[in-house]
């Protein structure tokens, strides 16, 4: 007897959705499609003569329609407001979302933009500069914009972080035991924040050199806002300069690069007291946060470096960015 095997995560034909994206979006009979990265998503790279978009496939059981229409319709507003983003694309239908009955369930596919430019960690202080103002920009059209979408909080990137990161390593190692230190200590610290001067709306959470394109030194585009949710807008601006920290291994680079960074954001609009005193700390929420992500879609996603090494050299990141900083974590 033959029985059809459960399937975790299957990987869609390039040539099947060529197909269909042809039809789906008017597109002529040279149009191509290729896959281009297997990771959290799945992303295709569509051409039709000088012409180039995005295709992404959402792995099943990781975002519903609704969660997918959120971060469409925070997309399309942000391209009304003028924002330096890679926005989605409706079919001759006028739909964004395409369904597709894979072998392990439902999945949803988006065409979007193709942003100009190139991507690298090797940006000049400069650029560093515009990608500041382009993300002031986004804020500037995010700021009291609401998503039916997770809330960035103390529950969400604390508590339910570390219940999934400790249930996945299976033990109370000095790492893990470092993480729920770091997090009690970040509690305390958000809990006696005046709320009041600090600005909130919609965040993209995974502000970083891997999701925008830089064209010309100057020219800034944003994308991939899987992640997007509601929270404070200085989420965004700690998350980028820690992950400029991690790309800059020469302190003074960093400085330099940092520096401009936060001079661009505020040739556009002003970062406040309070969120300026939040911003050696936020990012380090919003990592345990994705440490229990990396561990949550583990099956999904081919990250076999996700072992106690890896959580390892995750610790000694943050704990080289909390020297940095000269956080005190026994206040």
């Known amino acids: 007897m033959t029985q059809k095997f459960q399937v975790i995560n299957s990987t869609l034909s390039g040539n099947k959705l060529r197909d ?3 039809y789906k979006y008017d597109l002529s009979e040279n149009a191509d499609c290729k896959l281009f990265r297997v990771a959290m998503n799945h992303l295709y790279i569509v051409t039709d003569g000088l012409k180039k978009y995005v295709f992404r496939v959402y792995t099943h059981d990781w975002r519903t329609k609704l969660e997918i229409d959120e971060e469409l319709r925070f997309l399309l507003h942000l391209k009304n407001s003028n924002t330096p983003v890679a ?7 006028d739909e964004l979302v395409q369904e597709f009955d894979a072998p392990e ?4 596919g988006v065409l979007f933009s193709y942003a100009r430019g190139l991507k690298t960690a090797r940006f000049t202080a400069d650029s560093s500069f515009y990608i500041g ?4 920009k986004v804020h500037q059209a ?3 914009f609401t998503l039916n979408r997770i809330n960035y909080n103390i529950q969400t990137l604390l508590d339910e972080s570390l219940i999934r990161t400790k249930r996945f390593f299976k033990g109370t190692s000095d790492e893990v035991q470092f ?3 770091l997090s009690n200590f970040l509690k305390t610290k958000f809990n006696n924040l005046n709320e009041k001067q600090i600005r909130s709306g919609a965040v993209h959470l995974d ?3 891997d999701n925008m394109h830089i064209d010309k030194e100057k020219e800034v585009t944003f994308f991939d806002f899987d992640f997007c949710g509601n929270g404070w807008l200085c989420l965004d601006i700690s998350y980028f300069l820690y992950q400029l920290f991690l790309t800059n291994l020469n302190e003074n680079d960093y400085s330099v690069k940092a520096e ?3 001079k661009g954001y505020e040739s556009e609009t002003k970062i406040s007291e309070e969120e300026k005193k939040l911003l050696p700390y936020a990012c380090l929420a919003i990592m345990i946060y994705y440490m229990s992500i990396q561990c949550d879609r583990f099956e999904y996603w081919t990250n076999i470096f996700l072992n106690e090494d890896h959580l390892k050299r995750f610790v000694g990141n943050l704990k080289r960015w909390i020297t940095y900083n000269e956080i005190d974590l026994k206040y």
């Open 133 to 136: 103002k382009g993300l002031a």
């Open 179 to 181: 993480l729920e230190s």
């Open 87 to 93: 926005y989605p694309i409706t079919d001759i239908s």
């Open 260 to 262: 401009s960074f936060l």
């Open 20 to 22: 269909l994206i042809r």
């Open 142 to 144: 995010a700021e009291n």
């Open 207 to 209: 502000v970083w050199f």
């Open 105 to 108: 369930g439902k999945r949803y």
